[in-house]
């Protein structure tokens, strides 16, 4: 029981320090740099960039493209093109 405890508390001691020398690991990220560049583009000239900004980055991050230019072309990518919001618009911007 003794060897287990301090098995226990050396695991502790061990996954302390490696985090106080590291900082905690950050989680995999969904948005690319494909996505924020690409997203930076397209809504460049959106009225509300940073509405546009996360919408395009959840969308690419969904279907993996973003049409080119500022807008329209959604052509280029149909998941872009065909993903709705709840009231049946467009969920991309």
């Known amino acids: 029981m003794k060897l287990m405890t301090m098995a226990t508390l050396v695991l502790a001691l061990l996954l302390v320090t490696t985090f106080a020398e590291n900082g905690p690991a950050e989680a995999p990220s969904d948005i690319s740099g494909f996505c924020k560049e690409k997203c930076a583009v397209r ?3 959106a009225g509300r960039q940073n509405r546009c900004l996360q ?17 329209g072309n959604r ?12 009231e049946g618009g467009p969920k991309c911007p």
């Not at 279907?63 to 807008?71: A, F, I, K």
């Not at 052509?75 to 709840?86: A, I, V």
């Open 43 to 45: 809504c460049s000239k």
């Open 55 to 71: 919408y395009c980055r959840i969308c690419c991050a969904k279907c993996n493209c973003v049409p080119s230019g500022t807008y």
């Open 75 to 86: 052509d280029e990518c149909p998941c872009y093109r065909d993903w709705k919001n709840p």
